[in-house]
Nanobody, 122 residues
């Protein structure tokens, strides 16, 4: 199993950035996939998930209305469009399998790639 995030970098608050994730080693459509992030000194949190079946989505309140998740099942790719990012969005972003249980995103396969660093300047 591999899910490799890319596309991070330095972005100004109010700008935009698109993260990509290449998945392999598992049947992509069988799983929801999503984005998690870990800011310095904080625990990792799930911010967005997308179902493998009907494309339904979940967003944490902190990113709702600003970030958009999408997936390309033919290419085994997941994307996160980050619009109007804020300095509080600065974190290492990981893509992973994702299922929302009791309102909390979890990673059922348990694989974590290296992540990609996003830094939002004010």
């Amino acid at each position: 199993v591999q899910l490799q995030a890319s596309g991070g970098g330095l972005v100004q608050a109010g700008g935009s950035l698109r993260l990509s994730c290449a998945a392999s080693g598992f049947t992509f459509t069988y799983y929801g996939v999503g984005w998690f992030r870990q800011a310095p000194g904080k625990e990792r949190e799930g911010i967005s998930c997308i179902s493998g079946t009907d494309g339904s989505t979940y967003y944490a309140d902190s990113v709702k209305g600003r970030f958009t998740i999408s997936r390309d099942n033919a290419r085994y790719m997941v994307y996160l469009q980050m619009d109007n990012p804020k300095p509080d969005d600065t974190a290492v972003y990981y893509c992973a399998t994702c299922i929302v249980q009791r309102g909390t995103p979890e990673n059922p396969i348990g694989y974590w790639g290296q992540g990609t660093l996003v830094t939002v300047s004010s």
